[in-house]
């Protein structure tokens, strides 16, 4: 993916004011989140066929739904600490008679967008309900620069907290948004495999029209609930080193996003060659 206009400028200025802001506060790691919201469908297409037993040729399974979705919120911390799951299913109310896992913040909304109202939401029920947040008087959390994280109401009732928020620079989300550059995709690997194994039972009741009835509200919360489990703390912990967001504070380590991307650039010049 090519840099964005003025690329090392606005690295060196988030560098800058993150490297500021931990030296003035003192933020401890356990302290320093990055959050980052990203669609979850009920039918996640899978990258492999299914034979079906009779059948003379493979096709796709698939229970129909690849449009229906929700929003997901997700933060982890810079200790490796993961953050409880908020999910936002794109309907008026949640269905009634289906239990969710308490570890699992679940909200309904009409359009399914992560509103200024969903995000102070966020920030009550998961941000400040953190390890540590009544201990620690300080904190840092990283957003990029949606306009739904950086509403006046998000911004006071993390001010009353003690939090201090950084925005990630416009174009840069792909660099130094860490959830998107580093976690993401083994989450949604990892949620998928759950999905396939789901899809791959044989007892599943068909609908009026024959196909697959769609997994209940309770069951996608559960395979998001398994996957972000199974995301390595060890894989956070080196994706916010990686951001410029974790360095150490005598600035022998701020170059490592610059050395991981020429390295990664060398690697793929080196695929080219083979």
């Excluded at 229970?63 to 929003?71: I, P, R, S, V």
């Excluded at 739904?148 to 006071?156: P, Q």
């Excluded at 609930?225 to 974790?246: C, M, N, Q």
């Amino acid at each position: 993916m090519p840099k964005p206009p003025n690329f090392e400028e606005k690295l060196v200025a988030f560098q800058g004011f993150v490297i500021k802001k931990r030296l003035e506060k003192q933020y401890s790691l356990g302290q320093i989140g990055n959050g980052d919201q990203t669609p979850v469908y009920f039918d996640m297409p899978v990258a492999y066929t299914v034979n079906e037993k009779g059948a003379k040729q493979a096709k796709v399974r698939t229970a129909g739904y690849e449009k229906q979705c929700l929003t997901m919120m997700l933060c982890c911390m810079a200790d490796g600490q993961k953050l409880p799951p908020f999910l936002n299913f794109e309907r008026k109310t949640l269905p009634s008679g289906e239990v969710f896992l308490k570890n699992v913040v679940v909200r309904a909304q009409e359009n399914g967008w992560m509103s200024g109202a969903l995000v102070e939401d966020w920030v009550k029920t998961v941000w400040q309900c953190r390890a540590g947040a009544l201990l620690f008087k300080q904190s840092l959390l990283v957003l990029d620069s949606y306009r739904g994280h950086l509403t006046d109401g998000v911004k006071s009732v993390l001010s009353i907290g003690g939090t201090d928020i950084t925005a990630i620079p416009t174009g840069m989300t792909s660099q130094l948004q860490l959830l998107d550059v580093a976690i993401n995709k083994p989450f949604q690997d990892r949620l998928r495999k759950h999905y396939y194994d789901w899809l791959m039972l044989q007892d599943h009741q068909p609908t009026p029209a024959g196909r697959i009835k769609r997994a209940s509200h309770s069951q996608v919360v559960n395979w998001v609930a398994a996957a972000w489990e199974e995301i390595p703390s060890e894989l956070i912990v080196r994706a916010f080193h990686k951001g410029s967001v974790s360095n150490v504070l005598d600035g022998s380590e701020d170059t490592v996003l610059w050395e991981e991307a020429s390295d990664k650039e060398d690697s793929d010049v080196d695929k080219d060659d083979e």
